[in-house]
């Protein structure tokens, strides 16, 4: 077995030191009916080759987005990212380093948090950030949970037109707590009613309201005038950002007044991967930063004066505070945040700027060529990447019947709510759609609903 | 060639290392490394792309006016200076990395190409589902896999990580218990536990009764016994627990809880030490969750991604979260929703979970295959047994008899040596080595606890057993200076924690001109 150092005379000069005859007899605490005295029922070892045979035609049995004309987004967008990322994340120094716990040797992931936290608090337009969570939606939870803790109230309302999966995250995490958490009915398109629905809930009861920019429908929102409600009711602002390439072209949700951000930081850096792993990020106010959750670097020195980092505040974690901890979150996105945080660094603000003004080039692009086929509706009055289209018949069945034809042509929105809104798709143009991809999905479109 | 004629090639007359100090503040390949805010500026960047014209854009009057201050490099900088970051790190890739409960195996270089086969890992995870049956069927194997290996029916695959299955396990116990009718008010768990546990626990709306360890390093089943009533929800065990030890109770203390409704979770961190020679299903587990990252080698990544599957019993089966995967006539499906009289109590994230860790992990466990991790777990035991033969004459071995796949020691023989634990581990690190878990499980005082793994040469566990041994007997002997001031040849030297908290600097911000 290619993976075990240990040759036979190995393990026998072994037992012999450690004073046994066999191996299972190292396994004499485990009740001898639950020893299994046969292989497990699987298939043997099996060589590099025979391994890679396997996975390459599992591969074969799935359309790759890089593909074919590919417009799905809702939650995880294709972006290109540089070869440098991927080679530089596999570095083994990286890649099989543990959590930084010994920062004399762990420098190296340290000062990469740091940076990561610092690009994090400025794309998000707020003071700090943590070191990364598992993904935007877990974060959304942690977001709510927190909010609750600063605010000591238990009310909070979300928008429905949060990505219906981050509440029903949501839903989930906080169902067995005390937490009081609220989804409004989702108003489709109409971003103005689900602003305005939201500041009539707000009252002296409410800890925090959560609203995604741009929203589930691709609609970019103005929050101030919210944020200002909540904060004349002692509520915090929460901001889900799931495509956070906007920010290079959005105003911030700082700016607007925000008190946490979280975003799906999958976007920069990171694949598609089916679905993970991804990154969240989670950035506050200086004031709230005891009750951060999750992991988090901080500047300090060494004995001799040097600069260096370290992992801090650990007294809010589980593994000191236990049941009292501010989160049971033991792991960070280390690996994705590297990728996150190498691809920004080469992007720059130069080149995140031109990045997001090109994905924007493209949908505006996009928009153009979907309201010329008769019968399609563009739903929206404003958007960054993403666009919500109203089609004359059930888009799940266009979005079968497109890729067929070897087009994948968006997200119905009726697979987000669970059969609502039938008729909707969401399409989202990023800086890999060419012209080409466009006209070709135009003529598909137009060759379906005619 | 290199002319050696008329040049010096010995070392006579070469000054001492510590008296030089050099202009760049570098000492030879350990470099300085500045910040990238430091290094580069918002107008530098490492990307081409065009620069496109928008006459009008739909923004909405929500343009992002300012500067960000985001700092660019270009390529060969970037390059350059994560190179020189990633030397700054200790690797399993360069040496033993012995933490106890943190499982540091050999990451294989395959699963990192399986996981970027481009028809795998550039997937969305809402194409079609009809455009997605090769990463379903991953998922499926993958879940066949760890039912097999658990002897348990079901599996849910979307928990992030450790600590996220372990909510997953406690959630669909809670609902199974609500759908009876009552929630009941506490979980129990051994003192010895990750606190994960407890945090856990009380996500779930319950309050932890901690539960001492007899001993013998293991739980006290009669003081278990003592507290379970029908008031418990759960109790949660680490099996092989905290301290290395196989819980030889597990299966009367599953029975005990059964008889008061209650369920058994089973905190799967440790199951390397048994994965193919015992089946946590055959012992009475109600749900486990298995870290990816540590039984199936799926790299730590400086701190994640991890992923933690959840395997269930029966009983816990229609309690499970979505997505769930399943059979019909046109192949795999998910079921993505739940629907009113659905008793899943939830979902865990927005997609389907870890994918890329799905992948590396299923090419680790199909290169063993079932004769090759028994050998794994065999292996892994063998080898923390002999770090324990090896050393538990000089330092305090915790318990008596075999251990399971890690050793724990305490700091018995550090005493009156003025040196601690801590100090003890930052000796290790001149010495080559990460240190092993240090102050924890919290039973033992100033506890050690080394995992070798079965991915250790002999040749490199004797190197290993030698340098603890020199550095026991140098505390032993008064050379208290090694340790308090250790480590001397690292990176860094000891770092200020404390002042790291007291007044947190959690970001680089631009010096006032």
Known sequence: MRYLPLSENDRRDMLSTIGVEAVNDLFCDVPKEALLKAPVDLPEHAGEMDVERYFNALGNLNTAAGHVPFFVGAGAYKHHVPATVDHLIQRGEFLTAYTPYQPEISQGTLQVLFEFQTQVAQLTGMDVANASLYDGSTGTGEAILMANRVTRKKKAIMSGNLHPHYRDVVDTLTRFTDDDVRSLPSTGADSAADLAALEASIDGETSCVVVQNPNVFGELLDLRPLAEKAHENGALLVVVVTEVVSLGAVMSPGEMGADIVVCEGQSIGNGLNFGGPYLGLFATRQKFVRQLPGRICGETADADGKRGYVLTLSTREQHIRREKATSNICTNSGLCALAFSIHLTLLGEAGLRKLARLNHERTLKLRGALEGIPGVKVLNKSFFNELAIELPKASEDVVNALAQKNILAGVPASRLYNNAYTNILLVAATEVVTDGDIQAFVTALEGELS | ?513
């Not at chain 2, 013998?216 to 016994?225: M, Q, S, T």
């Not at chain 2, 299923?362 to 035991?381: I, K, P, Q």
């Open chain 2, 1 to 513: 060639m290199m002319n050696r004629q008329g040049r010096p090639t010995g070392i006579e007359g070469v000054a001492d290392s510590a008296s030089v100090t050099t202009f760049t503040g570098n000492a030879g390949l350990d470099m300085d490394e500045a910040l990238i805010y430091e290094i580069g500026d918002t107008q530098r960047s490492g990307v081409d792309l065009p620069d496109v014209d928008i006459s009008a854009d739909a923004l909405g009057g929500l343009a992002r006016a300012g500067e960000i201050g985001l700092a660019g490099l270009s390529e060969p900088e970037t390059m350059r200076h994560y190179t020189r970051l990633s030397r700054k790190n200790y690797a399993i890739d360069m040496g033993v990395y012995p933490l106890g409960s943190c499982t540091m195996k050999h990451n294989p270089r395959l699963n990192e190409k399986v996981a970027r086969i481009a028809g795998l890992s550039d997937v969305h995870p809402l194409q079609p589902i009809s455009t997605v049956q090769g990463s379903l069927k991953v998922m499926d194997d993958l879940a066949h896999w760890l039912k097999t290996l658990t002897n348990m029916p079901a599996v849910a695959l979307t928990p992030k990580a450790g600590a996220h299955g372990e909510l997953c396990g406690l959630m669909a116990m809670r609902a199974a218990l609500e759908a009876k009718g009552n929630a009941r008010e506490k979980v129990l768990v051994p003192e010895s536990a990750h606190g994960t546990n407890p945090a856990t626990a009380a996500l779930c709306g319950y309050k932890v009764q901690a539960i001492p360890a007899n001993d013998k390093g293991r739980v006290d089943l009669d003081a278990f016994k003592a507290a379970l009533d029908d008031t418990v929800a759960a109790v949660m065990i680490t099996n092989p627990n905290t301290c290395g030890l196989f819980e030889s109770e597990l299966k009367g203390l599953a029975d005990a809880v059964h008889d008061v409704g209650g369920y058994l979770y089973c905190d799967g961190a440790n199951f390397n030490a048994i994965v193919g020679k015992v089946r946590p299903g055959d012992l009475g587990v109600d749900a486990m969750h298995i870290n990816l990252h540590k039984t199936f080698s799926t790299p730590h990544g400086g701190g994640g991604p991890g992923a933690g599957p959840v395997v269930f019993s029966k009983a816990l089966m229609p309690f499970m979260p979505v997505p769930d995967l399943y059979s019909d006539d046109n192949g795999l499906n998910l079921k993505e929703h739940v629907n009113e009289g659905d008793t899943n109590f939830g979902r865990m994230t927005a997609f389907h979970g870890q994918m890329g860790m799905y992948l590396r992990a299923l090419s680790y466990m199909m290169s063993h295959g079932s004769d090759g991790l028994a050998r794994v777990a065999e292996d892994s035991v063998l080898s923390a047994n002999y770090v324990l033969a090896s050393l538990k004459d000089v330092m305090s071995a915790s318990f008596d008899g075999p251990c399971m796949h890690e050793a724990l020691f305490d700091d018995r023989f550090l005493k009156d040596t003025g040196v601690t634990t801590l100090d003890f581990a930052k000796g290790m690190i001149d010495e080559g080595y990460h240190p092993m878990t240090m102050y924890f499980p919290l039973v033992v005082n100033g506890a050690m606890l080394i995992e070798p793994t079965e991915s250790e040469s002999k040749a490199a566990l004797d190197q290993f057993i030698g340098t603890m041994r020199f550095l026991t007997a140098k505390a032993k002997e008064g050379d208290v200076e090694r340790f308090q001031g250790a480590p001397y040849h690292a990176p860094m030297r000891r770092l200020d924690e404390t002042a790291a908290a007291r007044k947190p600097i959690l970001r680089w911000t631009p010096a006032a001109d």
